[in-house]
């Protein structure tokens, strides 16, 4: 099963920007679509964005579209999520999450089932 690794994550303050990373050590990244998915305390997983394999399909969640940006390089075999413009409310744990078998395109949120151990986002002043 392929194994995510999120990096990136830290505190920052409200209006700032982070950009998390999503690698897989000895996995073929660029087989899959993958997406960010974000949990708050006491709140369900959200998803947030998802890329093809190929790169030039991406799809966003209203909460974050025009704000987050989603890209991959597949000669590095990573995914980034570029925030910007962040609010205490994108405060949560951020999580990169595959299919569980090669999938190009992206699937619904619920067809996501390997994921990363995520990485904390606080934004706070």
């Known amino acids: 099963q392929l194994r995510l690794v999120e990096s990136g994550g830290g505190l920052v303050q409200p209006g700032g920007s982070l950009r998390l990373s999503c690698a897989a050590p000895g996995f073929r990244l660029y087989d899959y679509a993958i997406a960010w998915f974000r949990q708050a305390p006491g709140k369900e997983r959200e998803g947030l964005t998802c890329?093809?394999?190929?790169?030039?399909?991406?799809n966003y969640a209203d909460s974050v579209k025009g704000r987050f940006t989603v890209s991959r390089d597949n000669a590095k075999n990573t995914v980034y999520l570029q925030m910007d413009s962040l609010t205490p409310e994108d405060t949560a744990v951020y999580y990169c999450?595959?299919?569980?078998?090669?999938?190009?395109?992206?699937?619904?949120?619920?067809?996501?089932?390997?994921w990363g151990r995520g990485t904390q986002v606080t934004v706070s002043s």
């Open positions: 999450a595959a299919p569980p078998v090669v999938e190009r395109l992206c699937p619904a949120w619920a067809d996501f089932g390997s």
């Open positions: 890329i093809n394999s190929s790169g030039d399909r991406t």
